[in-house]
């Protein structure tokens, strides 16, 4: 940390958060139901399973690091994390 303050970056500068954030289209799809009286309704679901993306952004006191966001079209194994934050995010402090 007293490197940073010797080349005049401050403490609030150095702090980096890194967020893993996820989206998916899986969606539930409810009909209605009814029923007569004293019996139970039933509703019938579809589960349908769609495209998951996964967004990695390191960000900084000012936004979003540049070149520092990783989107990924499936969920992210530990393996891709470290690489990304080796290879990317540190290479960007």
Known sequence: MARG????IGPVDMVLFLDDSAASEKVLFRNRSWSQIGLPAYTRSEL???TRCSVLPALD???YVPGATLIVGEGVAQ???EHWFEAVVL???
């Open 61 to 63: 006191i000012h936004g």
């Open 48 to 50: 349908t399973n769609k």
């Open 79 to 81: 393996a891709v994390y």
């Open 5 to 8: 303050l010797e080349v005049g």
């Open 91 to 93: 290479s960007q402090c």
